[in-house]
């Protein structure tokens, strides 16, 4: 009789190791770090919570906002993105845009009706962005941004990513689109090569030469209605002019590029811009107006509303601070996901180990074991999703690292080691 004892309690012990293992080892590189970690291990097979370190607590969940933005725009557009709202007046069309994000954006790399519809009509066309009641910079956005690729200004119809692509060279400075060239001016510069966008209400570059031979820059442009007609008409050679003209309840819509290959780029290359722009069109999915606070609100109340922890929730991207959520409701939107879309549509679009993306050079296995979203702003480093076990088991999990000072690799190595400890013992 006690040997059977022994070994039940042996059997017992046996069974609590992983999870204390898992608990000591984040006690340790809180220690290490000097940071807080949130962590959330969840099996939604048995509906067990396998982990629980700090899930309750609110972090910086940066791009992992982009998790709500995927939900949100799965649940209100669909298949497809709403691209164009117009009006056919007999004698003239009027055009108001939706937010789309895909016009002429050479990182969706699909072709767009937009383009087509608007050529091939003999009617003048009319742009109106009366719709669009949006700031263009995100609350809470860094002004250090303000020159990176990866905080494009926001708009009602976005084209070339709202981006200008500059090629410098010692001899040549390259601008795409065109444009854009004769706002760039040239100055000698110290050290390497530096390519900035001036603030203010112009859309004023310059290029300050220096000692490296070749790099391309891509800069963000002030993206007014002015610009944008501009740069229409000069990719359709045809005049269109901007009227303040409201959007009228008759208006049709010309629908454009298939979803999941915008929201397979946002999640895997954590795009800011597809991000921000998706979550305007899901507000013009339900009111007649582009503004993210609009879908936030209306996500909230009729579809988030069960999450353990409402987060606070300000944009599409991730970018701004003001963002927080906990792990466990992060873990209780991958578990909605799942439960809502075929895995065979789902894990495609997600960031996974060892594949071209965010992870690439994380988490590499065969086959993958990591499907999910990465989030870093300075000092914070987040990654949450889908795990599989060596017993093929699919755990959802989230992992929060909030205020470190050592380098986001060692943070991110500490990650990988407890992930994969995860993937070979439940």
């Not at 006690?27 to 099996?43: M, P, T, V």
């Not at 353990?308 to 209780?332: A, H, I, K």
Request: aromatic share 12%; charged share 20%.
């Amino acid at each position: 009789m006690r040997l059977v004892v022994f070994a039940l309690l042996l059997s017992l012990l046996a069974a609590c190791s992983p999870q204390r293992y898992v608990a000591k080892e984040i006690r340790s590189a809180e220690g290490r770090f000097q940071d807080h970690i949130g962590f959330y291990l969840y099996d939604p097979a048995t509906r067990k919570v396998l982990a629980d370190h700090q899930a309750s607590r609110y972090f910086t969940p940066a791009s992992n906002t982009k998790i709500l933005t995927l939900f949100a725009s799965l649940t209100l557009l669909g298949d497809s993105i709403p691209a164009l709202r117009f009006t056919d007046r007999g004698d003239s069309l009027i055009i108001w845009g939706t937010g789309d994000p895909t016009l002429f954006y050479n990182q969706v790399n699909v072709s767009n009706p937009v383009y087509s519809f608007l050529s091939t009509t003999a009617m003048p066309i009319y742009f109106s962005s009366s719709n669009f009641r949006e700031d263009r910079f995100g609350p809470g956005w860094a002004w250090d941004d303000f020159n990176a690729s990866y905080s494009p200004e926001r708009s009602a119809l976005p084209v070339f990513g709202n981006v200008i692509e500059i090629q410098v060279d010692e001899q040549t400075v390259r601008v795409a689109p065109d444009h854009f060239h004769q706002y760039v001016r040239e100055e000698a510069g110290n050290g390497r090569t530096r390519v900035e966008r001036l603030r203010g209400e112009a859309n004023d570059v310059v290029v300050k030469h220096g000692t490296r031979n070749v790099r391309d820059w891509i800069i963000p442009f002030r993206a007014d209605d002015s610009v944008i007609a501009r740069l229409l008409a000069d990719t359709l050679k045809k005049s269109i002019p901007v009227i303040d003209e409201p959007l009228l309840a008759s208006f049709q819509t010309l629908w454009t590029t298939p979803a999941d290959s915008v929201y397979k780029v946002m999640m895997q290359q954590s795009d800011n811009f597809l991000a921000e722009q998706l979550l305007l069109a899901c507000s013009g999915k339900i009111a007649d107006t582009l503004q993210t606070q609009i879908a936030i609100d209306y996500l909230l109340k009729n579809h988030l509303s069960d999450l353990p922890d409402r987060p606070v929730w300000v944009d599409g991207s991730g970018l701004s601070r003001y963002n927080l959520n906990t792990p466990r409701s992060l873990g209780r939107l991958w578990e909605k996901l799942l439960q809502t879309y075929p895995r065979e549509r789902l894990f495609p679009l997600l960031a996974t180990g060892g594949q071209p993306g965010t992870l690439r050079n994380w988490y590499v296995a065969n086959p993958p074991f990591v499907f999910g979203k990465t989030g870093s702003l300075a000092n914070n480093h987040a990654l949450s999703g889908y795990l599989i076990t060596r017993k093929n088991k699919t755990l959802v999990f989230a992992l929060m690292n909030a205020n470190f000072t050592q380098s986001s690799n060692e943070v991110r190595t500490w990650m990988q080691s407890l992930l994969t400890y995860i993937r070979d013992h439940y």
